[in-house]
């Protein structure tokens, strides 16, 4: 019997969906430390409700939940996205002109990426820093694809011209 | 193409070869790609997956979590629940309490709630001494008087029938041929042969068979409490059964009628006493053979 009460299957779509559910609430709330207790709670509730979700609607159950609860934990205002602060190993790049002008960039872009709408950023960031998709990403958002690729094409076209600000 | 719809197609991987290489003659052709590889720097930090789902795993122990289709805990819990069940069985059991009285023995038995029975010889009687405390009833054949303390119903089980009271002073005997209550003091309801008969103090009832009979009680106790045995219009043959059982020997009968009735005692510790007690008030005689321990008795 394929059910989720069966700690085996629950074990196998928490794996294959704890990760999503994170980099998702991740992405789109910003950087929080109760990111990972969401994650957590959503699939105690899933494990409470596993005689009426059925595996293949985990995914949607988990979401929705998660959302709620994020509502529930603290009020969405600003934004933001940690970035690493990463040094290059070429010696002519350390500079501190070029040094300089690395920050900048990267503060102009963790603002842009907070002017961007929940979808947007969701969509670009989890396409290009994930890798995922946009088969995936429109099954996780519960959009089509075109609604997908015209989300990403947006946040970069407002990330571009944010950036170009600076210049 | 324009350039928007060039880049539309490039951040969605849509580009064919010619679009790629005008593309990449854009002149913010760097710009763009930086910007999708500076992305990569706003990675969200990696969920430690298996560590995080060991940690879930002790939480969700504390859920229950009722709707499993099969879980082994429920053969546990059935597997327990049996095993609980034989136990306060055999506990049970083991609290019943047999008495016996050989031939000449009396016993005194003091009941769980300090009621007292008095056994004559030949008796048996069963209680348990778990489940008095919820129903004062117990198992009886042969001859007992009861003192019974004031509480709930106390029943008294005989083959021959049921006798119930609440507190009183009675005494039950229940032989073969005669089934006999005295009551001696308060109230005692008696069942038998489908009736109901209530008896009070100085009230007594004898059946057989056949009939059913109040009878007045004369002494303020069994008689066989002071070592004699006290008959009232009976029939002799009730009484040569009692005394069969009070010496453990067999009397065999020639040429007699045995429904003549007999009111008197027979000594309880002398057969011969006994013997001679009674064929001398029915003007008969009697012979004994003490190896076979037959007793016959014939007309004079």
Known sequence: MKNLCVERIFEAVYKKLSGDLYNFLYYKYGNHDEIADVVQESFVKLWQNCKKVLPEKARGFLFKVAKNQMLNKFKHDKVVLNYQQKLTDKVEHRNPEYLLEEAQFYQKYQQALGKLTDEQRVAFLLNKVEGKKHKEIAEMLNVTQKVVEYRIYSAFKIIKKEIQELK | ?300
């Open chain 2, 1 to 300: 193409m324009d350039k928007e719809n060039l880049i539309y197609k490039w951040l969605n991987g849509q580009l064919t070869g010619e679009e790629k290489k005008a593309f990449e003659q854009l002149p913010d052709y760097d710009l763009n790609v930086k910007i999708i590889e500076g992305a990569k720097r706003f990675k969200a930090p990696e969920f430690p997956v298996e560590k995080k789902y060991t940690e879930l795993k002790s939480r969700l122990k504390h859920y229950k979590n009722e709707s499993q289709y099969f879980n082994p805990v429920w053969l546990y819990r059935m597997a327990a629940i049996f095993i609980i069940a034989l136990t306060a069985y055999f506990y049970i059991q083991s609290n019943t309490v047999e008495i016996k009285t050989l031939a000449f023995e009396k016993k005194q038995v003091v009941l769980p709630d300090a009621s007292i029975v008095w056994l004559n010889a030949h008796s048996k009687l069963t209680y348990n001494k778990f489940l008095w405390h919820l129903k004062r009833q117990l198992k009886m054949s042969g001859d007992a008087f009861f003192k019974v303390t004031k509480g709930s119903r106390f029943d008294v089980h005989t083959p021959s029938g049921i006798v119930s009271v609440v507190g009183t002073e009675f005494e039950v005997k229940a032989g073969t041929e005669i089934f006999e209550v005295r009551c001696f003091e308060g109230v005692v309801k008696v069942k038998i042969h489908k009736k109901t008969v209530v008896l009070t103090h100085g009230e007594a009832l004898q059946a057989t068979h056949k009939q059913i009979q109040k009878i007045p009680v004369l002494q303020p106790k069994p008689e066989w409490l002071d070592n004699d045995d006290q008959f009232k219009s009976v029939p002799l043959s009730t009484v040569l059964q009692a005394i069969e059982k009070q010496y453990k020997v067999k009397i065999k009968t020639q040429d007699i009628d045995t429904n003549q009735l007999y009111t008197g005692a027979f000594a309880r510790h002398d057969l011969k006493l006994a013997l001679k007690a009674l064929v001398e008030a029915f003007g008969l005689t009697y012979r004994y053979d003490e190896t076979h321990k037959i007793v016959l008795i014939s007309a004079n």
